[in-house]
């Protein structure tokens, strides 16, 4: 396990209410960060940001404005910015293959993709002026593998791989680490109904701390 | 996770194990040999 202390370094983590996310928050409170949790839910960001000591602000990140905003929040706050995890995601919810719903669709693009792409623009004149840090997306085990019963999430999952190996490499030079998580089923409410079919094909899920927490092998 | 990636990793996690990084294969160069430039596409 890890000894590192981040005491001293600011942390903004997206969809940090519940999950994974609220499970990085307080792996990094614990590590000595001030964390930042920007979430939806305003009352579930505000209940894990207390427990962690650090700061809640309610948005929605598929809003363009939004991380830019809560960027220069979290500068205000706390003077600097050295981590963040771009978290928040949701599932496709249909197959989408020979029936489309449009507005489910672009909803899934705005949250996976596009939330990946304004966190980066955003954050990164943010770490350049802290003088680097690092910036870790939740894509998937569907980002490097098919996903047949849900395309669309297999397809966002993957565009954030493409984009988190191409902006790592373009970002190395300024001391900016961005890489991406790829986890298998965790149990948390995005896998919905999926859930009963886990439990009884007797699936093994992860918890959102096995992700938080799992060591380098 | 935070602490220990390399720039472009993609970790795999999977119950009852540690975080990987995924090795890619990458793509072959032209004829196996030279491998194309890093440009912008689309610029005008
Ligand atoms: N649960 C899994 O099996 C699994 C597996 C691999 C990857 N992931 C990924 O992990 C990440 C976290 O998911 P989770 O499993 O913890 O799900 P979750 O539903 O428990 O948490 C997601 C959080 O994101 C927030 N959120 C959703 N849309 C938002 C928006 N537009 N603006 C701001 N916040 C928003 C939600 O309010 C919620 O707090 C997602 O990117 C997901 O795709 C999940």
Not at chain 1, 44 to 60: K, L
Not at chain 1, 120 to 147: E, F, N, Q
Not at chain 1, 161 to 174: F, M
Not at chain 1, 179 to 204: H, I, N, Q, R
Request: net charge neutral; aromatic share 4%.
């Amino acid at each position: 396990m890890s000894t590192v202390d981040l005491t001293g370094r600011v942390a903004l983590v997206t969809g940090g209410a519940g999950g994974i996310g609220a499970a990085v928050v307080r792996r990094l409170a614990r590590l000595g960060a001030s964390v930042a949790v920007l979430d939806l839910d305003a009352a579930g960001a505000q209940r894990i940001a207390s427990a962690a000591g650090g700061i809640a602000i309610a948005g929605d990140v598929t809003d363009p404005a939004v991380l830019p905003a809560v960027v220069a929040q979290v500068e205000k706050e706390f003077g600097r910015l050295d981590i963040v995890h771009l978290n928040a995601g949701i599932g496709g919810g249909q197959t989408g293959i020979d029936a489309l719903d449009v507005a489910r669709y672009r909803k899934l693009v705005g949250v996976n993709v596009d939330h990946v792409v304004y966190g980066l623009c955003a954050a990164v004149p943010a770490l350049r002026r802290a003088g680097g840090g690092k910036i870790v997306i939740t894509s998937s085990l569907a980002g490097l593998a098919a996903m047949p019963s849900d395309p669309l999430y297999t397809l966002t999952k993957h565009a954030v791989v493409g984009y988190v190996r191409a902006a790592g490499k373009a970002l190395a030079a300024d001391g900016i680490v961005v890489a991406a998580l790829c986890p298998g089923f965790v149990d948390t409410l995005l896998l919905g109904a999926a859930k009963e079919e886990f439990v009884a094909m007797e699936f093994p899920l992860l918890t959102p701390s096995d992700i938080a927490d799992a060591p380098r092998r | 996770m935070i602490t220990e990636a390399e720039p472009g990793e993609a970790w795999i996690i999977q119950p009852g194990g540690q975080a990987s990084a995924y090795q890619f294969r990458g793509v072959p160069g032209v004829g196996g040999g030279q491998m194309p430039p890093d440009v912008v596409l689309g610029r005008v």
